[in-house]
């Protein structure tokens, strides 16, 4: 079995990754961690050294991932691709032919304690009601199964 996750090495792609892990673990599935680095608007000096940082910061968040993998016992590969998350993911489903792309719903809440939780309770509601704009994206378009895991 053939799992991509969507891992950019936030908390909620850990998050997602581990439990995806404890999901499939008896089914002896191959992890395709698929990371996507947003190219700059326009080109400066400053973009660009922004975008490169991006590069090296999602490279070593992989690599992380993948020792992860390997402590679990868990065949995994990497991938990191430039451009638009949403469309790099829709090509990488499209090319490899996952069974199944598993993604993390994007929180704009920090790994914040029972404090930060609560403040922003009522806003999280709201939010959970929709899609983010990468699950949103997948959701009509991907022709793979999706199992999109909630924010912590």
Do not use: W
């Not at 990754?17 to 999901?23: F, L």
């Amino acid at each position: 079995m053939k799992i991509m996750i969507a891992y950019d090495g936030s908390r909620n792609a850990k998050l997602a990754m581990a439990r995806t892990i404890t999901m499939f673990r008896e089914m002896h599935p191959t992890l395709v961690l698929v990371a996507a680095a947003e190219n700059p608007r326009d080109i400066t000096d400053k973009n660009e050294e922004l975008f490169d940082n991006e590069i090296a910061t999602l490279r070593s968040c992989l690599n992380e991932a993948l020792e992860a993998c390997k402590k679990e016992q868990i065949a995994a590969e990497s991938i990191l691709l430039e451009g638009d998350a949403r469309k790099m993911l829709l090509a990488a489903t499209e090319k490899l032919r996952p069974d199944l792309l598993v993604i993390a719903r994007h929180s704009h809440e920090p790994d914040g304690g029972f404090i930060a939780r609560s403040l922003t309770y009522f806003v999280d509601e709201l939010d959970y009601m929709t899609f983010g704009s990468v699950s949103s994206f997948l959701t009509r378009r991907a022709q793979c199964p999706l199992l999109i895991l909630p924010s912590l």
